[in-house]
């Protein structure tokens, strides 16, 4: 008697390998740790290595937002505009002290900073520093397409491009 339930399992794997090689992060920097974010991309670090150098100008055509910088209230209802305006799947990682917990602008009497992304996104990797190194950021993202695919580039072959 066939099985009621319907697996996908190849599919799922042949469409994560996909994912996990073409990460296409949002352009979007908000404070210094974005100047990292943008040396990345650059050739000394080659993030194309890894499929995810093509930084999208609109979020309708982005599935990673990097954010990169302090968060204040200000700004705080326009970066969650874009993370809806994404669609799905996709993931948020929170690059530098600021955007993991304030930063060093998180003192007694401060009115004006979000403490950490994640007060308001659902943040899937974090990446300490201030700043952090652009080498950071990579592991950043290799850790993200081990979470999405559950493996890893460097021990599982058919994870590579
Ligand atoms: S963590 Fe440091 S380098 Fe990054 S945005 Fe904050 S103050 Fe700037």
């Known amino acids: 008697m066939p099985s009621s339930i319907v697996q996908f399992a190849v599919a799922d794997k042949l ?4 994912r996990v090689n073409s ?3 949002l352009t979007f920097g908000i404070a210094c740790c974005a100047i990292e974010m943008m040396a990345t991309g650059c050739a000394r670090f080659d ?3 890894f499929g995810a150098e093509v930084f999208r100008p609109s979020p309708r055509q982005a599935d990673l937002m ?3 910088g302090t968060v204040t209230k200000k700004m705080m209802p326009g970066i969650k505009v874009l993370y809806d305006q994404m669609p799905e799947p996709k993931w948020v990682m929170a690059l530098g002290n ?9 003192f007694e009497g401060q009115y004006s900073i979000v403490l950490g ?3 308001f996104l659902p943040v899937d990797i974090y990446i300490p520093g201030c700043p952090p190194r652009p080498e950071a950021l990579l592991e950043g993202i290799l850790q993200l397409e081990n979470k999405i695919s559950g493996w890893n580039r460097w021990k599982d072959p058919e994870a590579k491009a």
């Open 15 to 18: 469409i994560n390998i996909g």
């Open 98 to 106: 600021c955007a993991i917990s304030g930063g060093p602008f998180s």
């Open 47 to 49: 993030m194309s290595r």
């Open 66 to 68: 990097i954010v990169a």
């Open 117 to 119: 992304a994640d007060k």
């Open 23 to 25: 990460l296409w992060p």
